[in-house]
């Protein structure tokens, strides 16, 4: 499969995930996290499909398209292990989305940034909530679930907070 092939079948599998999510936590009252604003694609789909929803976006940089950006009080900029924890007495328990896009593409680094932000996450989520993501988790208090059609397994992971255990 050429790259390009590749980029595209991420794209589509990126969209159905986040779509498929977006109707799962359409009756819940919340905010979105968007973790790696990136070129902004994500968070601009999220911001058309749910415009009346907060979106906090994490990344070290701002490196989008102005037109893809959040507002500057919705931008929170700087390692996600850091900026993830001091938000917590803000957001905790409350986010119904997190939409993870956090790979380097060095799986070493990836898991270890997995396993230091997957807490940090999940205490940021409200019971039920839904987080996807480009990279698996392994969180006590997330249950891994079916992918949307069309998605092979092991191009994204969708995840739901299980209510009543306290994030480890």
Known sequence: ???????????????????HALRRVEHMPGPFLELGLGNGRTYDHLREAAPDRDIFVFDRKVAAHPDCQPPPNYMIIGELSETLGGIASRLAGSAVLAHCDIGSGHPVADQALVREIGPKISGLMAEYGVVLS???????DWQKC???????????YVYQKIPGIPPR
Request: aromatic letters at 8%; proline letters at 3%; one cysteine or more.
């Open 1 to 19: 499969m050429s790259r390009l092939d590749s980029f595209i079948r991420r794209l589509n599998a990126q969209r159905s995930c986040i779509d």
């Open 134 to 140: 480009d990279q698996r988790f392994e969180v006590m």
């Open 146 to 156: 079916d992918l949307p059609e069309g998605v092979r397994a092991g191009r994204y």
